[in-house]
C-alpha cells in the first residue's frame, strides 16, 4: 500500500514539475516554437557537436590504445608511480588507474580495484578513495584535445593543472572524511599490504608482427573510440537541449522562431543575483557560461556538447577555456558515475563523503585554474 501511494505521489510531482517547466518555456517561446527548437536544437547538437566529438573520441581511442599496446602506458605509470605517495597517499601502482582513466573514462579504475594483485597494495581508505581520485582524470584526453580544438591551448593546460590540483583535493578529502567516520577501514585490503615495488605495470606482449600490432591496436582502439561516443549522444542530446533552453534566449533578431538554441534564460537570471560569486571565483563575465559546470556534474560529454554555441554566442575565451577544462576533468560527470562504482567496489556506505569531497575538490580546480590563468596572463 505504501508502496502504490510513493508512486503516485511521484508520479503527481513529475507530472507537476513538467507542466511547470513547459509552461514557463511555452509562455514566452509559444508552444510550437518551444517544440521546433526543442527538436532542432536536438538535431544540431547531434550533427555538428556530436559527431565532432565522436570523432574525437575515435581519434584518441586509437592513439591510446596505441600507447597501450606499444608500452607507452607502462613507462608513463612507472614516471609517475614516486609521486603517488607524497601528492595523494597512494601505493605507487595507483598511477596506473589515473592514466587509465585519463585516457578513457572513470569507470577504468573498477576493472583495476577488482583485481586482487593490484588491490593487495592499498589499505580500505585508500582503496575506496581510488574512486575519487580516477575520476578526477575521467576522459581527459578528450576534454583536452576537445579545447585545443578551440585554439586555446594555454587555457587547455592552465585546466589541466586545475584537474590535477583537484585530484590531490578529492582524494586526500575523501580519506581523512572516511577514516574520520570509518576508523575501521584503515585496514588492508587483504590479509596484508603489499610490500612498494614488488608489482610490476603489465606490459603487453604479442607474437604479431609489429605492423599488425600496430595496425591492430588502431582499428581496436577506434573501434572503442565509436563506443565512447555513442554513449555520450543521451546525455548531448537529453541534457545539452535541456540545458541550452535554460540558458539562452530568443534569436538573433529577439524573436522566437523555433530556431535551434534558443530559450529563456533562466539560470543566467539564477546567476546574475549572485553573479559576483561567479565573477571572483571562476572569472565569468557572462552567466550564460555556468551552464558548463553544471552540466559537467553529470556528464562531460554533455558539457563539451555546450562549447560549440558559446563559441557562436563569443563568450568563449581562454579563461573560459581554463575553467572548463579544470571542472570539466575534475568532476568528469561524477553524480552519474561514483554511485555506481562505489557501489560495485563494495563500498555503498561512503557514497555521500565521496560526493561531497569531489563536489569541492571540483570547484576548487575551477578557482586554481581561473587564478593561475590571470597570474600567466599578467607575466
Excluded at 590504445?65 to 605507487?92: A, D, H, I, Q
Aim: proline residues 3%; neutral net charge; charged residues 15%.
Amino acid at each position: 500500500m505504501k508502496k502504490r501511494s510513493r508512486s503516485t505521489i511521484e508520479a503527481l510531482v513529475l507530472l507537476a514539475v513538467m507542466v511547470l517547466i513547459f509552461t514557463l518555456l511555452g509562455s514566452r517561446m509559444g508552444g510550437a516554437n518551444m517544440i521546433k527548437t526543442i527538436m532542432n536544437t536536438a538535431h544540431d547538437l547531434l550533427l555538428n557537436t556530436v559527431f565532432y566529438l565522436m570523432g574525437i573520441t575515435v581519434l584518441t581511442g586509437a592513439l591510446s590504445k596505441l600507447m597501450s599496446e606499444f608500452g607507452v602506458v607502462t613507462v608513463l605509470g612507472k614516471l609517475l608511480r614516486p609521486l603517488m605517495k607524497p601528492l595523494y597517499n597512494l601505493p605507487g601502482v595507483a598511477a596506473l588507474g589515473g592514466v587509465m582513466t585519463f585516457l578513457s573514462d572513470n569507470p577504468a579504475i573498477i576493472s583495476l580495484s577488482k583485481d586482487r594483485r593490484f588491490s593487495s597494495y592499498f589499505k580500505k581508505y585508500q582503496l575506496i578513495s581510488l574512486c575519487n581520485f580516477g575520476t578526477a582524470f575521467g576522459m581527459g584526453f578528450v576534454v583536452i584535445i576537445t579545447m585545443v580544438g578551440y585554439v586555446q591551448i594555454t587555457g587547455a593546460l592552465v585546466g589541466l593543472f586545475g584537474a590535477f590540483c583537484g585530484s590531490i583535493i578529492s582524494t586526500r578529502l575523501m580519506q581523512k572524511r572516511c577514516l574520520k567516520a570509518y576508523p575501521e577501514l584503515d585496514s588492508p585490503v587483504l590479509d596484508h599490504v603489499q610490500e612498494e615495488g614488488t608489482m610490476e605495470f603489465p606490459e603487453e606482449s604479442s607474437d604479431k608482427s609489429i605492423f599488425m600490432r600496430f595496425l591492430n591496436a588502431l582499428l581496436d582502439g577506434g573501434k572503442n573510440g565509436v563506443e565512447l561516443g555513442l554513449q555520450i549522444i543521451p546525455g548531448v542530446l537529453i541534457i545539452t537541449t535541456a540545458v541550452i533552453m535554460l540558458t539562452f534566449g530568443a534569436g538573433p533578431d529577439g524573436i522566437y522562431d523555433g530556431g535551434a538554441s534558443q530559450g529563456v534564460p533562466v539560470l543566467p537570471w539564477l546567476a546574475q543575483k549572485v553573479h559576483w560569486v561567479f565573477e571572483w571565483l571562476f572569472g565569468f563575465e557572462h552567466m550564460e557560461l555556468i551552464a558548463f559546470p553544471m552540466t559537467a556534474l553529470g556528464a562531460v560529454g554533455a558539457a563539451l556538447g555546450l562549447l560549440p554555441t558559446f563559441n557562436a554566442a563569443g563568450i568563449l575565451d581562454g579563461n573560459a577555456i581554463a575553467v572548463f577544462t579544470a571542472i570539466g576533468m575534475c568532476w568528469s560527470g561524477f553524480l552519474s558515475t561514483h554511485t555506481a562504482m562505489l557501489d560495485s567496489m563494495g563500498y555503498r556506505k561512503v557514497i555521500s563523503k565521496a560526493l561531497g569531497s569531489h563536489a569541492i575538490a571540483g570547484l576548487c580546480a575551477g578557482v586554481i585554474a581561473h587564478f593561475t590563468y590571470l597570474l600567466i596572463s599578467l607575466i
